[in-house]
């Protein structure tokens, strides 16, 4: 029995979008532990990097947050021809990869405003 397409595309997508965060998370480790950064080892990292995420085929995405994940590492791959220094590109990167963070975890949390004044009719 063969899989359904629409099963073989959900799990290209999902296959995809690991290898996307997988490069995300190693660039972001990479970026955080290591005490003497180099440009060179910048872009060793970048490559070795780049060899597993190019063993998935890239497909189109359309919800925001992967969206904005998709572009982050589209940029932390461009960042590799960069002529900036590296801890502009570190910072540039942390910055853009916190504002994810926070983005995904404000549709997570909702702060419930005025919680004591649904309790006001009862007193």
């Known amino acids: 029995m ?7 595309e959900n799990s290209n997508r999902l296959r995809y979008i690991r290898s996307l ?15 003497q950064l180099s440009m ?3 872009i060793k990292k970048i490559d070795n990097a780049l060899k ?9 995405l359309y919800k925001g947050e992967l969206q904005d994940l998709q572009k982050l590492v589209k940029k932390m791959i461009a960042f590799k021809d960069s002529e900036k220094s590296v801890e502009d590109i570190k910072d540039d990167i942390l910055y853009s990869s916190n504002q994810l963070d926070k983005s995904k975890n404000a549709r997570r949390y909702k702060k419930d405003k005025h919680t004591n004044a649904k309790y ?3 007193e």
Do not use: M, Q
């Not at 063969?2 to 073989?8: D, E, G, N, P, Y």
């Not at 965060?21 to 005490?35: A, D, G, M, Q, V």
């Open 2 to 8: 063969a899989a359904s397409t629409k099963a073989i």
């Open 40 to 42: 060179p080892g910048f």
């Open 52 to 60: 597993v995420l190019n063993r998935v085929e890239e497909i189109a």
């Open 120 to 122: 006001d009719e009862w």
């Open 21 to 35: 965060e997988r490069f995300h998370n190693s660039i972001i480790s990479y970026l955080n532990n290591t005490p």
